[in-house]
């Protein structure tokens, strides 16, 4: 238990007075939220930040000669959420329009020649009547795509970047339920899309009574599944599924306007193409019957198939099975994860497991990648075997070579070769931990080809990696040379320690692109030449959306716990603090789990970094007056298959750290202190308030509290609930609620789909703790998922959480 030093004593009738004026404003509080079911505004300056406009995101075109600003709406009403929405395996989609649930659309969109900052912008106009979203670039930059939404449909759009209005494509509605608009290239002016059928027909009306119950079997086979939110429920909720989903694959050609429906219409949930020209061919994946009960729509039986240009088949290349039978984080049998190779050769590759599917069974190798040239018959030729499970391929623009990455499961160590397609050794470029920050290589930067797709750059034999440098005194991000020979790295760029300053796209006669941003200075565009890039000429300049944010003062704060695991977090001062004070504070963190406590206690972040706060951040309680310590370390280290046996015990000394550590900054009262945290981080903190008394309060959003409820595992969890069941219920502070005596704010979105986290998480918890005598507020958001998105729910979480701080804590103005 923590222990605080004394406060200095105070005269009784100030003492009594405060507890007095603390216990009326929580009445006040508790009487007006009763009082009212209205959604409730934060404070002026916390909605002033929430109604700030985001800052422009940038995108540069494939020939790096033009820069598209974008502008997005920052939050959504909402009356957008309570559209009508249709919740299938897993899916959630607006039926009138075949695109998924909300998302943030267009407000602006404008372009000029990216190296001429003189240049005046073109502002392109969005026209009314929809909301506009996924803006995409031709491979040879001369034109791009939008969708745009309305109540009916799913449009198409068309811009040119040297001039003129955006154009719809008539006729053409897209079909997104199953796959996002990633429209495939035949050419820079014509394109692949998943459309609606033309002749789609009426949709299936429900019975006006069950044709007979709905059954479900497994006999004798292990088949331990995850919970999962808006599941298939009956054979009503299977041809819904199939007719919102069945696509059918269109050719659009962009100049003309001009349709052309390819094969026939599938349930396509992948598309892509491999090779160039009348030699390309189309690699498609759909899902296929029997449906599941059990399952969400990604595990699914699927049929692989190549195609001509012309969408004809060419050849089957596989029917994945029904992921079912599966063992924890295994994968299914046969081929598996399919790419189409982006170069000139069209190739396709996949992955089979070598040891049945199943990570417990031991095995010299675990998968195998596969390869088959045109003209695609016969069988597939093995191009190598991996000792550890695939992780990802990705593809050099040379043609000949992919990095290969694959995951050491036991260890949660990555390993990442140079593997020539063509087959034989590999050469290891990376090896590390999954979580490693001070020794990650960066990461592999790419180009787009001319058939719009994407591909490592390995000019001259060498990648170009960009990572963000991080280290014990915060980031720093570089862009380095390794060369595929002998391995030798070449530093190109690192920011310095006055900016956060990274590479975006190396240009030709030695020229870098970069963004820069400070603590004051919002990011923007930097052109830099010279032998060492040490000349530089600003393209853009942003204005800052949030000028009050400047006088927000912020620290790394390192430190270690009681057996020596390092530890972080990031001290936020109020604008207003004064030295001296002792203000109350939120500790907001989330656990992660580390095999080694080196890797536990690195350091993320940089103090240069542009502070501007997510819509949902606790950190806009800054506003308020409150100290917050936000990304607070909350490492658990050990074997991966047992980290959790000791997940209480860690946490523990992780907040009893932090609260000894910010006693000793000075700026906080010990004594009111709050721990906070969103998913995970939810979960850690009911644990916190049930087996320590650290803190005075906490505030858990979207957790699950109850690990019987997951049985088959939960975050990094291996076991099941029947292997490790004293762990489950060591870990459910449900099953401890009589033993949660500080007040605890719940909110959950209504309708969250995220896999665990069902709303009765929350329902539970509250329940138990009103019926033992907890004290507890639970808050339910309207049509909200997950993570919260409507500009009234925002605020509404906003107000909550500042109010009661302030109801529990006291407020942090007020002098003490």
Known sequence: MHHARPMPRRPRQLLLGTLCALSLLGQAWATQAQASSDYQQPSAAVRELLDAPNLPRLLISPERRTLVQLSQRRLSPVEELARPMLRLAGLRFDPGNASPQAGTPLQSLSLRPLLDPQAPEREVALPAGGAFHAFHWSPDGQRFVLSRRTAQATELWVGETAGGPLRQ?????????????????????????????????????????????????????????????????????????????????????????????????????????????????????????????????????????????????????ARVPLKQGVALEGVVTGPRAFFAAPGKEAAVFWVEALDGGNPNNKASHRDRLMRLDPPFKGEAQEVQRLAQRFVRLSFLDDGQNALLTELDRQKSWLRTSLQP?????????????LRERYRHPGVPQTRMLANGRQAVIAAHGELLLAGPGASPQGERPFLDRLNLKDLSVQRLFQSDENAYEQALAVLDRGRLLTQRETAKQPPQLILRSGSGFEEERVLTQAKDPSPQLRKIRREL????????????????????????????????????????????????????????????????????????????????????????????????????????????????????????????????????????????????????????????????ERRSLWEAQDVYLKLSPFLYANQIKEPLLLIHGEADNNSGTFPMQSERLYQALAGTGGSVRYVTLPFESHGYTARESVGHVQWEMSQWLKAQLGDPRAPR
Do not use: C
């Not at 459309?195 to 119950?213: E, F, I, V």
């Open 421 to 433: 397609l063509a087959g034989g050794p590999g050469k290891t470029l990376f090896d590390h931990s």
């Open 169 to 317: 494509i008539k006729g053409l509605r897209l079909n997104l339920v199953l796959a996002p608009l990633e429209p495939v290239w035949l050419s820079p002016q014509e394109l692949l899309v998943l459309a609606l059928p033309a002749s789609r027909g009426a949709a299936p009306t429900p019975p006006k009574a069950p044709s007979g119950p709905t059954v479900q079997e497994s006999f004798g086979r292990n088949s331990p599944e995850r919970t999962y939110p808006d599941l298939l429920k009956n054979s009503f909720d299977q041809a819904l599924l199939d007719y919102h989903a069945r696509s059918q694959i269109t050719a659009v050609n962009l100049a003309t306007g001009g349709l052309r429906a390819l094969g026939e219409p599938g349930l396509f949930s992948a598309l892509s193409i491999s090779g160039e020209g009348a030699q390309a061919v189309l690699l498609s994946e759909r899902l296929s019957r029997p449906f599941s009960y059990s399952q969400p729509w990604e595990d699914f039986p699927r049929t692989v198939e190549l195609r001509r240009r012309d969408g004809t088949l060419l050849r089957e290349l």
């Open 557 to 716: 704060v390192s430190f270690k716990r009681a057996d020596g695991v390092d530890l972080s977090f990031w001290l936020y001062l109020p604008p207003d603090y004064r030295a001296g004070e002792r203000r109350p504070a939120l500790v907001w963190a989330y656990p992660l789990e580390y095999t080694d406590a080196g890797t536990a206690g690195q350091v993320s972040g940089s103090a240069n970094r542009f502070s501007s706060f997510a819509p949902l951040s606790p950190l806009m309680l800054l506003m308020d007056g409150f100290v917050v310590l936000s990304d607070a370390t909350m490492p658990v280290v050990g074997d991966p298959k047992t980290v959790n046996d000791t997940f209480v015990e860690q946490i523990t000394m992780n907040a009893r750290a932090i609260i000894d550590k910010a006693e000793e900054l000075g700026v906080v009262d010990p004594k009111r202190m709050a721990v906070g945290g969103h998913s995970y981080g939810a979960f850690m903190t009911a644990n916190l308030l049930a087996h320590t008394k650290l803190f005075k309060t906490g505030i858990a959003r979207s957790g699950a509290y109850n690990r019987t409820l997951t049985p088959f595992g939960f975050q990094s």
